[in-house]
């Protein structure tokens, strides 16, 4: 969470999965993704000035 932040969006590789509250602390993808695929998460702050840089984390997928 961030009290400098509206929101966040969430991408997986480079495409928009999620634009959640500032008060989000959890995100969970369902997107469907084969077993074992690297997938690279960005996540970017946002507020009325602007957007932050990008933080973004290499992981591999957990499919149940």
Do not use: M
Request: charged fraction near 20%.
């Amino acid at each position: 969470t961030s009290a400098d932040a509206n929101g966040f969006r969430v991408y997986r590789q480079n495409v928009l999965v999620a634009d959640v509250q500032s008060t989000t602390t959890s995100y969970t993808d369902k997107g469907r993704v084969e077993q074992g695929t690297d997938l690279t998460y960005t996540i970017e702050a946002y507020n009325d000035a602007g957007v932050s840089p990008p933080l973004s984390h290499t992981i591999t997928s957990v499919c149940k």
